[in-house]
């Protein structure tokens, strides 16, 4: 029995099946889907030469971080820890300790002797930056950072302080007000 659409085995093509369940409907479908494609055609790609080409970046934008510090060398940070209590990935690390007059660090009476971040556990939230008292964590707009290792994307309170104090953006830009 060897009809039109039937194959060896003895059931119908899929295509067969496929038109006969439909009534045709589906060859409709297939060429407006096909219609849809060939209407994209001549437009002009949206991909960017990325990293010749930059992305233009939202004025909210929030990258990586740093610590800042005063005019007068001292840093801003007094280990309060609350913005690693804010931090929702739990990606920032405090540890304060006091400081002493032949030893100052902040203008407080604790510094943080240890600040650290894991920016792959990080999400870039910015709650790290509205929850400091102090304006001591700030974020950049830099987003293009690759390290081959793991332990080089924990920044430490050595390479946090000797980031650009420049690039910030201000927290009230951002919209959470």
């Not at 005019?71 to 002493?100: D, F, K, Q, Y």
């Not at 930056?129 to 920044?155: G, H, N, W």
Request: proline fraction near 6%; glycine fraction near 10%; aromatic fraction near 10%.
């Amino acid at each position: 029995m060897a009809g039109e659409g039937a194959r060896p085995g003895g059931g119908a093509s899929w295509l067969a099946r496929l038109w006969r369940a439909t009534g045709g409907h589906a060859a409709v479908q297939i060429a407006r889907g096909m219609l849809t494609t060939i209407k994209h055609v001549p437009k002009r790609p949206v991909t960017v030469s990325y990293p010749e080409v930059k992305p233009e970046l939202g004025s909210r934008w929030k990258g990586l971080h740093y610590l800042a510090r005063y005019e007068n060398g001292l840093e801003r940070c007094v280990g309060c820890s609350l913005c690693a209590l804010a931090c929702p990935a739990h990606c920032i690390t405090v540890v304060a300790a006091e400081n002493r007059d032949d030893a100052r660090f902040s203008p407080g009476e604790r510094y943080a002797r240890v600040y650290d971040i894991d920016e792959l556990r990080c999400i870039f939230c910015g709650l790290c930056v509205l929850a400091c008292p102090e304006d001591a964590i700030r974020m950049t707009r830099k987003y293009d950072f690759a390290y081959s290792t793991r332990e080089q994307f924990v920044y430490h309170k050595e390479q946090l302080l000797e980031r650009a104090p420049g690039a910030a953006e201000d927290p009230s830009a951002w919209g959470y007000d």
